[in-house]
């Protein structure tokens, strides 16, 4: 039996994820289950996170992953490319020595515990499109 993965609030919705669950992957389900138009997100937990950073001449992202941290913070949103959602995540991570990492997050799993996501959803659709001059992902109003 699959245990509940989010809750409905007033604001939108509550998801905790368990170790093993992709984040992006949980996100992109409850937005198409619930037709969400466009959410804030914010988060915290324990994860094994990969980040990007962006290569504006390559117009790619140079990424490095992050094994058994805790997310001190994920904010990002939800919005819709193509007919399908469209996540944009960032965090700052910490590890075992207290270092921390920060950027953009390209893939999240669920590490030792849980994952907390908040979702304060939005009335209008929101967009996503490639910006020529920059070719990365812009979210339109």
Not at 46 to 63: L, M
Not at 69 to 77: A, F
């Given at each position: 039996?699959?245990?509940?993965r989010y809750i409905k609030t007033p604001t ?37 996170a990969t980040f990007g950073y962006w290569n ?62 908040t979702l304060v959803v939005h009335d209008k ?17």
């Amino acid at each position: 039996m699959r245990v509940p993965r989010y809750i409905k609030t007033p604001t939108g919705y509550l998801m905790v994820l368990r170790m093993g669950d992709n984040a992006f992957a949980e996100l992109t389900k409850l937005a198409k289950a619930e037709n969400v138009p466009a959410a804030s997100v914010t988060a915290l937990g324990f994860a094994h996170a990969t980040f990007g950073y962006w290569n504006a001449d390559r117009k790619e992202f140079d990424a490095k992953t992050f094994s058994n941290v805790e997310m001190g913070s994920i904010v990002g949103s939800v919005a819709w490319k193509d007919g399908a959602p469209s996540i944009h995540l960032h965090g700052v991570a910490g590890d075992s020595n207290f270092n921390a990492y920060a950027g953009h997050l390209l893939d999240l799993e669920v590490g030792t515990g849980s994952m907390e996501i908040t979702l304060v959803v939005h009335d209008k659709k929101l967009e996503r499109a490639v910006d020529a001059c920059i070719g990365a992902n812009v979210l339109g109003l």
